[in-house]
């Protein structure tokens, strides 16, 4: 089936540091969401890219689509304690009838 | 507006009892889904319909049942429990957004923590 591969499982960062979330799909897609989830929370929804090599930015979150449209990544720059949570991209298949697959997400945990 | 709204909040059962799980949203959305959330996992899709009436089967619908009778209920049963369905489960739903590229967001509810033993 369609797969969506998410990279790192976990990840330790100090605070104010900065880092990277990554994504990757075995099959070309539509578009990818990415939402956050805080412990004990439900996913939220954070933004969705669209077109080939899109970039959008949300304060200090940057949200990148691949050329390919089969990746994306997330950049966290000056890392703050309320970014602790999980973050998932969600992306769509053109092959599997635009259905939405999540990744296993990234667990972000920040020392302070 | 509530948004969507998942009962119960915790529940334990036995191997082999039934329930319903129930999701309720009040934003008018004709897309609704059924994800179970496990370590490691990610989410899951079960179960979902976009629109009253209509259903399909996700990822792992084996051992569930979901109906839409109404656009604004969305059920999620559980035939005969078994301990591999201990899962958080969490109902999402979204505007349609058939044909386009676009696809509205996801509106997750709180979540039912299930535990079969």
């Known amino acids: 089936g369609q797969q969506v591969m998410q990279i790192p499982q976990y990840q330790h960062v100090q605070e104010g540091e900065d880092f990277t979330t990554y994504c990757n799909s075995s099959?070309?897609?539509?578009?990818i969401q990415w939402y956050k989830q805080r412990p004990g929370g439900h996913p939220v929804f954070l933004i969705q890219l669209v077109k080939s090599g899109e970039v959008k930015k949300q304060k200090r979150l940057t949200f990148q689509f691949g050329e390919a449209k089969k990746n994306s990544s997330l950049h966290i720059t000056a890392t703050q304690t309320t970014d602790v949570g999980t973050y998932f991209c969600a992306g769509r298949h053109k092959a599997a009838g635009n259905k939405l697959t999540f990744g296993g997400g990234t667990r972000v945990l920040v020392k302070p | 507006n509530a948004g969507v709204t998942q009962t119960p909040k915790f529940q334990v059962l036995k191997t082999g009892q039934s329930m319903t799980l129930q999701c309720a949203q009040d934003m008018n959305h004709e897309y609704m889904s059924w994800y179970r959330q496990d370590p490691g996992m990610g989410l899951r899709l079960i179960h979902y319909s976009v629109g009253a009436g209509i259903t399909d089967q996700g990822e792992v619908p084996n051992g569930y049942n979901v109906s839409r009778s109404t656009t604004e209920d969305f059920p999620l049963r559980l035939l005969s429990a078994a301990p591999s369905q201990t899962s958080v489960y969490f109902c999402?739903?979204?505007?349609?957004?058939?044909?386009?590229?676009?696809?509205?967001?996801?509106?997750f509810g709180n979540g039912t923590r299930l535990t079969v033993t």
């Open positions: 999402a739903s979204s505007y349609s957004s058939r044909g386009s590229s676009y696809n509205s967001p996801l509106h």
């Open positions: 099959t070309t897609l539509s578009n």
